[in-house]
């Protein structure tokens, strides 16, 4: 199964509500980020998606490594995604879905099933964001 390497942000605001996004035409949340550039490191290509994707300035210095985490890909069929996560804080009032971005929400650790969630979301980064 081929992987598809990725940055991904935990966000978490001040009230404990974590971020979740769905692109265009895709129907799953899952966490801001995307795929690298050409050169980028995992911190590097995480600032520039949080920036092309939500507005929200982020330095390399605001993110706090999590870790590598692999599941299922939510939108490419017979994928899995290799998610190099970071966390970091910001409020509702940060950001701003555009670019690719079809919507977002700040989902409590009760609200999981509000929203269709991606696998790497569902398994492994959104309990991250309330431990």
């Not at 994707?53 to 870790?67: H, Q």
Request: hydrophobic fraction near 45%; charge should be negative; charged fraction near 25%.
């Amino acid at each position: 199964m081929p992987d598809i390497h990725v940055s991904a942000a935990v966000v978490v605001d001040t009230a404990g509500r974590a971020l979740v996004v769905r692109k265009h035409g895709t129907t799953r949340f899952m966490q801001p980020g995307g795929k690298p550039e050409p050169g980028e490191t995992a911190a590097q290509t995480l600032v520039r998606e949080l920036h092309e994707e939500l507005a929200l300035r982020v330095s390399e210095d605001d993110l706090r490594p999590l870790g590598t985490f692999v599941s299922d890909a939510a939108n490419e069929p017979d994928h899995r995604v290799v998610a190099t996560a970071f966390a970091l804080r910001a409020e509702p009032g940060d950001v701003t879905a555009r670019a690719e971005l079809a919507e977002l929400r700040w989902l409590s650790p009760g609200d999981w099933d509000a929203v269709p969630l991606a696998p790497l979301s569902e398994e492994h980064l959104l309990a991250i964001a309330w431990s």
